[in-house]
């Protein structure tokens, strides 16, 4: 089997699908107060061609697929698109990210559908952050999904949390110590200044070295882990506590360099890189894998080294723009 790889030999045997670009919530960092314009249902793919397409990329290597969105429980079908993804040859691991808020209906049988890991968006415990910082959510449905999935073995549960300075950067403590007790992976992801959040990134932007201060501050010592499917993270476990925290900083810190991930937007464009405004429409070759083959390289032979959110505008290489898309529109 010829295996993906891009122009700097990174092996790229993981997808990051996004089945719908609705959502039930706004997060402040991700969409715009008003929402966003959908797409229309015909422009999304369909659960066939999600299918064939994992097919083709299960020919090419791939073994691992996450799920995301806007909100992929919103999708009617996505129990029955985690089925048969799980049953693609080849696959062996997939996952979902979710906020969470259909998950105490839902748990269940997309752990029977084969489900493998979930990760869980939870940016605050306090009801009423959690109501600003999504735009309206109820705190408590995720509380009750986390319940429900964490009785459910899934090979592991994550948290994912967006630090954002003056509106949960002082909970971090909260999210570690409750890995004392629940075996979670609380990740802590840093701010990128994407689609929404261009606004404010730089002023609530909030650097990951705020969890080790947090950490040496309170006396709790810690050592690292090795996670399966850890993706870009770095993960630690402070001792003697049964979850275990992770890192996500593509800001502060190396992120690309071991890159083998492919995102696929819900209208069905692959992007090499979740930073560049570079995609390529992949839709219609669905059904022809050989052209499905030739566009996907094409893409990783342009997928550059890094991404380079941080870099200040004047900074920037002229000749690239950074993605026109929302979060919520490539799935994160
Ligand atoms: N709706 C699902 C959810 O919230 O988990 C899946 C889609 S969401 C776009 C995927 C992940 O992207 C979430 O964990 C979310 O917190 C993260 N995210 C969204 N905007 C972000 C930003 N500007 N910076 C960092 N992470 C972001
Ligand atoms: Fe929706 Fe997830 Fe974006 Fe929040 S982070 S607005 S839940 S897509």
Request: glycine share 6%; charged share 25%; proline share 4%.
């Amino acid at each position: 089997m010829e295996k993906l790889y891009d122009s700097f030999d990174r092996l790229h045997d993981y997808v990051r699908l996004s089945i719908t670009d609705r959502c039930n919530l706004r997060c402040v960092y991700c969409m715009p107060k008003e929402g966003l314009p959908f797409f229309p249902t015909d422009r999304v793919l369909s659960q066939d061609e999600i299918v064939q397409m994992i097919e083709n990329f299960a020919a090419m290597g791939v073994s691992k697929v996450r799920i995301t969105g806007g909100e992929p429980l919103l999708r009617t079908d996505v129990v029955e698109i985690v089925r048969r993804i799980k049953a693609v040859d080849g696959i062996n691991d997939v996952s979902i990210t979710t906020n969470g808020l259909f998950l105490a209906k839902l748990a269940k049988p997309l752990k029977e559908a084969g489900l493998d890991r979930l990760n869980i968006s939870l940016d605050t415990f306090k009801p009423d952050r959690y109501r600003k910082i999504t735009r309206g959510g109820n705190i408590q449905q995720v509380l009750d999904g986390i319940a429900t999935a964490s009785k459910l073995h899934f090979k592991k549960i994550k948290l994912n949390i967006v630090l954002i300075k003056g509106q949960n950067d002082d909970e971090v403590l909260d999210f570690l110590q409750y890995t004392k007790d629940h075996d979670v992976n609380a990740r802590f992801i840093e701010f990128m200044p994407i689609g929404n959040s261009l606004k404010t990134w730089q002023k609530e932007y909030v650097g990951l070295k705020s969890v080790f201060d947090t950490c040496d501050d309170n006396g709790l010592t810690y050592h690292p882990i090795e996670l399966r499917g850890n993706g870009p993270s770095d993960n630690y476990q402070i001792d003697g506590y049964e979850g275990s925290f992770g890192l996500i900083h593509p800001i502060s810190s190396k992120f690309c360099e071991n890159c083998n991930r492919l995102r696929i937007t819900a209208d069905g464009y692959v992007k090499a890189c979740l930073y560049w405004n570079e995609e390529i429409d992949i839709r219609a070759a669905i059904g022809d894998p050989t052209a499905f083959r030739q566009l996907i390289q094409k893409a990783l032979d342009n997928k550059p080294l890094n991404h380079e959110m941080a870099m200040k505008e004047t900074d920037r290489i002229i000749d690239k723009a950074p993605t026109w898309r929302h979060m919520s529109q490539i799935g994160g």
